[in-house]
């Protein structure tokens, strides 16, 4: 039987890994379940809700599974550059795909989509101005979430792998 080695590329590695797990399945469930349900609502009802689940997800532990993988991931980058080709490689389009995939298309396209959402007094829309706002929201925001879920399932997958890598080179 062989020991554990919990050195720090270990530990930034299973901490990447999950908390990559973490961000994958919320997406995946977010584009499984909640856009789809949220989607049948009326206008009025799909932008309250949306604006409520925008508000209520920035919290602590959101931002901590959200962003932690992006320095974990820097982080791997450093810890692995003198693995071999093949593992740095996994490493690095792991990284990408988070960083460029998730917390960009966030930036820069689901965050503008948010605060256009969040700064309109809906009470005070008239039916045509939710049908234009939703119009204007929905479709761009379910394409920037589905880059967003295909990149971290991918990069969640990616880390699976370099960790199986670890396990075997353990185990030989």
Known sequence: MTSLNFDTQTIVLVLATLLTGLTAGLCFTWN?????????LVDMGY?????????????????????????????NIFLFKTSSGAILWL??????LYIIGLVAVTIFGNV????????????QASAEELKLLRD???VK??????????STVLSF???IIICLSRINTINT
């Open 32 to 40: 499984n379940a909640v856009t789809p349900g949220v989607g049948q």
């Open 47 to 75: 932008l309250r809700s949306f604006q409520e689940m925008n508000r209520a997800i920035i919290n602590p532990i959101f931002l901590i599974v959200f962003f932690g993988p992006f320095f974990l991931h820097i982080a």
């Open 91 to 96: 490493v690095m389009v792991s990284a990408a």
């Open 112 to 123: 503008p989509l948010n605060e256009l959402l969040d700064k309109t007094d809906l009470m």
């Open 136 to 138: 204007k929201f929905e």
């Open 141 to 150: 925001w379910n394409r920037f979430h589905l880059i967003r879920t295909v």
């Open 157 to 159: 997958l990616l880390l």
